[in-house]
């Protein structure tokens, strides 16, 4: 009999993510990708492309998905895990459609999905879900078997998330000038969403006032700064969760405050530096290297703020770590036993499969890996 930890019934885990230009050519049809359908004239394109542009239209995000890929492959090599780990896009490639005809051909059929997002929400959920449909329906109409797709659960609370994330906030911490650390404010950043995605982000029963989107990233905001409290002996350290990298019509509300705003709020009330903690991002990409170290530290600067930013969890041996026993959870119950759950803070483990209702889709589109799939 095998000592080695048993990862059936799936036979593959695919990483899903959001892709990313990978060379100036690449930036406005990436873009036209991630805008389909809403219309927007190719100039407007070239325009939003400049963040791209600045950094020689190279998304950082695709290399750090090779070096998570790196991660997890040496990971579950050392510890036994025999699975292979295959990686696919929504927006650029490798795309999504293309890596699962892939491993159709390599004769996988129950595959397990990491999505680089690690919140409840609309576009860090149920829009993966609504690609990977989108994928399964184009194997269906080329004849090709189709795999069974599940999604592993939500790791924002994970220690493997969390850990890392709390370890780089001590290290921000300790790039500031020495007289300005222990009055440093922490503002814990994420991705701006429409408040109406966010009063129905997660199960419909925690649906209003900023849903699950809102009160995840307050449960790791909480853990964060509780752990920066005890290594750091600061009782009484104020911290925010605030938002960046919006998008979309003036018109429509969203998630407030931005990053820039709170800046100068702090700096008025007299804050003498600020640690910047991107808890709702998994990598440094784009909107980190944009939002963060170049407009939010411009915006700093003038403000003479000092200002320092944590480091993401990227391919930390701790994230691999705990994906690695998010595979092994939940292949045992797949197998119909009741495995050790972890999760910190006070929401417990989030659930393995999207009940109806769970992010609501802007418009009716299938979506996989859920209650409501029709590829179960």
Request: proline share 8%.
């Amino acid at each position: 009999m095998s000592d080695q930890p048993s990862h059936a019934p799936y036979d593959a885990l695919l990483l899903l993510s959001f892709g990313g230009p990978e060379g100036p050519d690449d930036v406005v049809p990436f873009l036209e990708n991630v805008t389909r359908g809403r219309g927007i004239p190719r100039e407007r394109l070239k325009e939003v492309g400049q963040h791209y542009f600045l950094f020689g239209g190279v998304s950082p995000i695709n290399d750090q998905n090779r070096a998570l890929l790196s991660a997890l492959r040496e990971d579950f090599a050392a510890c036994g895990v025999d699975l292979p780990v295959y990686w696919g896009n929504r927006n650029w490639a490798p795309y999504l459609t293309d890596t699962l005809r892939q491993m159709v051909a390599d004769g996988h059929r129950r595959v397990l999905a990491l999505t680089t997002s690690a919140y409840a929400s609309y576009s860090g959920c149920r829009q993966y879900r609504e690609n990977l449909a989108d994928a399964l329906a184009a194997l269906e109409a080329e004849g090709l078997p189709l795999p069974r797709v599940d999604k592993l659960r939500h790791y924002f609370n994970h220690p493997g998330f969390v850990t890392p994330m709390a370890e780089a906030t001590l290290a921000a911490l300790g790039r500031l000038p020495e007289e300005v650390r222990a009055g440093a404010h922490l503002a814990f950043t994420t991705h701006s969403i429409p408040t109406a995605a966010a009063d129905t982000s997660g199960p419909a029963e925690g649906h209003g006032d900023g849903g699950a989107y809102v009160a995840e990233h307050l449960d790791v905001a909480r853990l964060v700064a509780e752990a920066v409290r005890k290594e750091t002996g600061v009782e009484d350290r104020p911290w925010r969760l605030v938002y960046q990298s919006r998008s979309g019509a003036p018109h429509i509300p969203w998630l407030e405050p931005d990053i820039c705003d709170h800046l100068e709020a702090v700096r008025a009330e007299g804050a003498p530096a600020v640690v910047m903690v991107p808890i709702g991002f998994v990598s440094d990409h784009m909107e980190v290297k944009y939002d963060l170290d170049t407009e939010a530290a411009a915006k700093a600067a003038e403000l003479g703020l000092p200002v320092a930013r944590a480091a993401t969890v990227g391919a930390d041996p701790r994230f691999a770590a705990a994906v690695r026993e998010l595979v092994l959870e939940r292949a045992a119950t797949e197998r119909g036993e009741w495995p050790e759950r972890c999760a910190l803070g006070s929401l417990g483990p989030s659930h393995d499969l999207c009940p109806v209702g769970c992010c609501p889709a802007r418009a009716p589109r299938p979506a996989a890996a859920g209650a409501d799939s029709p590829y179960a």
